[in-house]
């Protein structure tokens, strides 16, 4: 799958890059094979040929990764920087320089329009000759314009505020919100791919309020196999799971009417599955 990763220039100062350097390729290897939700879907050997070192290096630099790193910048998750997950590794500060990188792109974007804005302010005063029957023509088109946009409940969502991780735990505990338990506040914090599509963000807190009481105020996260399950990896592997489901699905529709028993059982197998998941992820079907 195409992707992009940026690259922030932060990554010299940190502690990964005083780690040999078959361990910084993978590292990067990494980075660039993740998806949107942090998710680098490989397998130990096809990582190791990928990053071009060996079996036995890329085992290595993945217990690194894996391991707990006391000079880190980041605390959290002590500093480890890969969780294993079905299908591949989980990296576990992703959410955190996606949003990142969203608010960079936002500014840039923001820039740019304000220096189109003077630009074309600049050569409306540098104008001689106003003729008035066109811009009163100008003016009622702009109206109109502005009244089918607000009819049609269209937003403008590049001066969307961010929040860091602080300032959104902080109205959680609030008493407008009210939630109790940091690791599902911090879970849903993580899952939001771009902020700037919260008009929001204190809507969403409340939101995420309505989910924990939907739950029942779960104050510890989930567990399997006597282990602590990271909830965001959870919900990340879950929809990647319904997107291959209904990808299937989708599939499967375009033979109908199924005639053979085999994809008659597979496409009701489907139907419970996708109903499993989206119930997982407090989904309407």
């Not at 602080?166 to 914090?189: H, L, M, R, T, V």
């Not at 919900?235 to 319904?242: E, F, G, H, S």
């Not at 489901?245 to 139907?271: A, C, I, M, Y």
Request: hydrophobic share 35%; net charge positive; charged share 35%.
């Amino acid at each position: 799958m195409a992707g992009y990763t940026k690259l922030f220039n932060s990554i010299l100062m940190s502690t990964i890059w005083r780690e040999d350097d078959k361990t910084r390729i993978v590292w990067i290897t990494l980075l660039a094979m993740a998806d949107k939700n942090g998710i680098a879907e490989t397998s130990l050997p096809s990582l190791a040929d990928a990053a071009r070192v060996s079996f036995e290096d890329c085992k290595a630099a993945l217990e690194k990764l894996k391991s707990p790193d006391e000079y880190s910048r980041t605390k959290e998750h002590d500093g480890r920087r890969i969780q294993e997950c079905d299908g591949g590794f989980f990296l576990l500060n992703h959410g955190k320089y996606r949003a990142k990188m969203s608010a960079d792109e936002r500014r840039e974007y923001n820039r740019l329009k304000q220096a189109e804005w003077r630009n074309k302010n600049v050569k409306h005063q540098s104008a001689t000759v106003i003729d008035k029957s066109k811009v009163s023509t100008l003016s009622a088109h702009t109206e109109a314009e502005a009244d089918t946009k607000a009819e049609a409940g269209e937003r403008d969502h590049s001066f969307s505020e961010i929040p860091s991780w602080n300032e959104f735990w902080e109205y959680c505990q609030s008493p407008q919100c009210g939630i109790a338990a940091e690791w599902f506040a911090k879970d849903k914090y993580l899952s939001v791919d771009d902020w700037s599509k919260k008009r929001d963000w204190r809507k969403f807190a409340l939101r995420v309020r309505g989910w924990w009481d939907n739950d029942g105020r779960p104050m510890n996260p989930p567990h399997k196999n006597g282990k602590e399950v990271s909830p965001n990896v959870a919900a990340i592997q879950n929809q990647t799971a319904l997107e291959r489901v209904e990808e299937r699905q989708k599939t499967l529709r375009g033979r109908f009417p199924l005639s053979s028993e085999k994809e008659k059982t597979e496409w009701n197998d489907l139907k419970t599955e996708r109903s499993r998941l989206m119930n997982a992820l407090n989904l309407k079907a």
